[in-house]
């Protein structure tokens, strides 16, 4: 068993010189300041701290001459009497590679930056074409392709709004989604590729056209008739024959849209003006519209990437994504930095789950990111990774990462420093992680992340320092949502974060910091175990009973309410050829027992095909909660938003 703290990497002297955070602090006068005297700046200073960012990176923009911060959360507004546009920032970087994209077929594709822009200038002149203009929405139904950071570049530069959601998901998920916002335009694929199969979309898409009155356009992008290299036909493509009259607006085909070029031009419009909008994932109700601003995540983003993955021109960021998970807008950041952000469409583990290791030495990736249970499964698949000589840091995010992880990534890749990160939709970004002044230690996520007070509240809502308690974050940070869509009196958006504590961001995490600065997430504090006044985050419990060989997942399942214990279910989920007998029952008890406490053995254990997951990979502890206390099936989680519904059926009282 790894002991979790054990040190694992330390930067050496040359790394720490030509980190981009400490070109940073030299810039501001404070060379050789430590980490936590510049977080507590950041954070008790945040005016002189987001204003140093602005000037540090260059922003293209006008600043304007007021304020830098005014109000409290949840009402704090940031840089009053600014306007820029993100796509404006993003396109500054003239020579080298914008972008690569690699399908799960083969293909692939690179595109220089003079490419990316003319691209990004036709199809701005086509929304344009189609009555697109500041304010109005635009929607793609889309995978991880070349032609959704176009086509969102091009909505950026326009001051519209784009969202976006994956093929894969359901018909009723992006329904749910989209007709919220009433898009004008709907930019959709024909089909994905997936884990060695096509999956044909037309009819979905005109399912989805059919419940968007708002519709003036739909654009095809023939993607299954592209020859598997994402790249659009070099002629007019017709839609397929069945979607020729869909019920509301035009139709047309990509080729159309990007027909004739136009000048690249940038609306500049106020700091939070509507950038995107992402979503909650939907399953326990109608997901909530969250509503990023350009200034705050230009910012923000020019911040992490830079400090907190230490990229910059030159490098290149590959992060397992889908357009339905924030990360990917995350991953298309790289353009702010400079860097080249690859792309990738398919399945983690097909043809292999050496998959995307094979990705990131091929391309001579610098950061490659994937979700915490990709570096689990390729622990317990025995994978070698190889030929990742320019890899500088691994970054793990989704769900915590138990420090078996950090050790399997310490024995693969040595000297490559493996940062947690934990964050959200909500502010599209991390609230902790890692730099690379930090060490490394199992389990550890090293620190808070630059200009975010995140802070642990214990029951009473008093600050604790090594205590698991609510994570929270006590000041504003300019990448918080701006808004939800159509919740002009901020009544959805303060119930969803400041309804316990007053002012306070409450985000649903349990954390405990530590004395150095340094936190462990436990997971969700809705779903946690409270076993005889013991409480206890679910990450603890998987990183015991995933170590099993004979376990791929797991889901544990407290059904206790206030004053009143319930009873503890442990589902497993069985590699191939294993069975639930009574050793291996026994072996997990025990093991539970000795390393947990002997109030967290189950009482009982079941077997199950699968564990539920949202379409991004997250468990769903909370929805099977409620139908083990008695919700119905059908009502407990909105089975479009979740990767495996037909699992559900399997979790009842």
């Known amino acids: 068993m790894v002991v979790e703290g054990a040190l694992l990497w330390e930067p050496a002297d040359d790394v720490v010189a030509g980190a981009r955070l400490t070109r940073y602090l030299e810039s501001l006068g404070r060379p050789g300041a430590g980490y936590d005297e510049v977080w507590q700046w950041s954070v008790d200073s945040p005016a002189e701290f987001w204003t140093s960012i602005w000037d540090y990176f260059g922003v293209i923009g006008e600043r304007g001459a007021g304020p830098v911060i005014t109000g409290t959360m949840p009402d704090a507004t940031w840089f009053a009497g600014s306007s820029l546009n993100y796509a404006e920032n993003a396109l500054r970087h003239e020579d080298g590679t914008a972008l690569v994209f690699v399908s799960e077929d083969g293909g692939r594709q690179e595109m220089s930056r003079a490419e990316l822009r003319e691209e990004v200038a036709r199809v701005r002149a086509g929304l344009v074409r189609l009555g697109v203009g500041?304010?109005?929405?635009?929607?793609?139904?889309?995978?991880?392709?070349?032609?959704?950071?176009?086509?969102?570049?091009?909505?950026?530069?326009?001051?519209?709004?784009?969202?976006?959601?994956?093929?894969?998901?359901?018909?009723?998920s992006i329904v749910?989604?989209?007709r919220q916002i009433e898009p004008k335009v709907l930019i959709a694929v024909d089909g994905y590729h997936y884990n060695g199969k096509s999956y044909d979309r037309s009819a979905a898409v005109k399912e989805i056209a059919a419940e968007l009155p708002s519709l003036r356009a739909t654009v095809w992008i023939p993607y299954l008739a592209a020859a598997?290299?994402?790249?659009?036909?070099?002629?007019?493509e017709?839609?397929?024959?069945?979607?020729?009259?869909?019920?509301?607006?035009?139709?047309?085909?990509?080729?159309?849209?990007?027909?004739?070029?136009g000048p690249l031009e940038f609306e500049r419009v106020p700091f939070d003006h509507p950038l995107w909008i992402l979503y909650s994932s939907g399953t326990t109700g109608l997901p909530k519209p969250i509503v990023h601003g350009h200034g705050g995540i230009v910012l923000e983003h020019l911040k992490s990437l830079s400090f907190h993955q230490d990229l910059g021109e030159g490098d290149v960021f590959f992060w397992y994504t889908t357009t339905g998970w924030m990360m990917w807008n995350y991953l298309i950041g790289a353009l702010l930095v400079g860097a080249t952000p690859v792309l990738y469409d398919g399945s983690a583990a097909y043809p292999s789950a050496a998959v995307l290791w094979r990705i990131a030495a091929s391309e001579r990736v610098t950061y490659f990111g994937v979700g915490a249970p990709y570096v689990m499964a390729s622990l317990k698949a025995g994978i070698h990774p190889e030929g990742l000589d320019r890899l500088r840091g691994l970054g793990s995010t989704g769900s915590p990462l138990p420090p078996e992880g950090f050790s399997w990534v310490a024995e693969e890749l040595p000297g490559v420093p493996l940062g947690s990160f934990s964050g959200g939709t909500d502010v599209c970004t991390g609230f902790v992680g890692a730099t690379v002044l930090h060490p490394i230690r199992a389990g550890i996520i090293p620190c808070r992340s630059l200009g975010a007070r995140v802070e642990s509240y214990d029951i009473e809502g008093r600050p604790v320092v090594g205590e698991v308690g609510e994570l929270v974050i006590t000041s504003p940070m300019p990448s918080m949502p701006v808004m939800f869509w159509n919740d002009p009196s901020g009544e959805r958006y303060r119930e969803s974060y400041f309804d316990v504590y007053p002012g306070v961001w409450r985000h649903g995490d349990w954390i405990k910091i530590n004395e150095d600065g340094s936190c462990v997430?436990?997971?969700?504090?809705?779903?946690?175990?409270?076993?005889?006044?013991?409480?206890?985050?679910?990450?603890?419990?998987?990183?015991?009973?995933?170590?099993?060989?004979?376990?791929?997942?797991?889901?544990?399942?407290?059904?206790?309410?206030?004053?009143?214990?319930?009873?503890?279910?442990?589902?497993?989920?069985?590699?191939?050829?294993?069975?639930?007998?009574?050793?291996?029952?026994?072996?997990?008890?025990?093991?539970?027992?000795?390393?947990?406490?002997?109030?967290?053995?189950?009482?009982?254990?079941?077997?199950?095909?699968?564990?539920?997951?949202?379409?991004?990979?997250?468990?769903?502890?909370?929805?099977?909660?409620k139908i083990l206390l008695g919700t119905p099936v059908e009502q407990a989680a909105n089975p479009d938003a979740m990767a495996n519904p037909e699992v559900l059926r399997h979790f009842t009282p």
């Not at 598997?228 to 007019?236: I, L, T």
């Not at 017709?238 to 070029?261: C, F, K, N």
């Not at 013991?534 to 015991?544: A, C, D, L, N």
């Open 134 to 172: 500041r304010g109005d929405r635009v929607a793609g139904y889309l995978p991880n392709i070349p032609q959704a950071l176009i086509a969102f570049l091009a909505t950026a530069s326009l001051g519209a709004i784009w969202s976006a959601g994956s093929p894969d998901f359901g018909v009723p």
């Open 176 to 178: 749910d989604r989209f």
């Open 228 to 236: 598997g290299d994402g790249r659009p036909p070099q002629r007019a």
């Open 521 to 625: 997430i436990y997971g969700r504090s809705d779903s946690t175990l409270n076993r005889g006044g013991v409480r206890m985050g679910t990450s603890e419990f998987y990183r015991v009973v995933e170590r099993f060989e004979e376990i791929t997942d797991s889901l544990v399942i407290d059904t206790g309410q206030l004053g009143q214990e319930g009873r503890l279910l442990l589902y497993v989920t069985l590699a191939e050829g294993a069975e639930l007998t009574e050793t291996l029952t026994g072996a997990l008890c025990a093991a539970l027992r000795e390393e947990l406490s002997p109030r967290h053995v189950p009482n009982e254990i079941r077997a199950v095909p699968g564990i539920p997951r949202t379409l991004s990979g997250k468990k769903l502890e909370v929805p099977v909660r």
């Open 238 to 261: 017709p839609a397929p024959a069945h979607t020729d009259a869909l019920p509301h607006g035009e139709v047309i085909g990509w080729e159309g849209l990007r027909a004739e070029t």
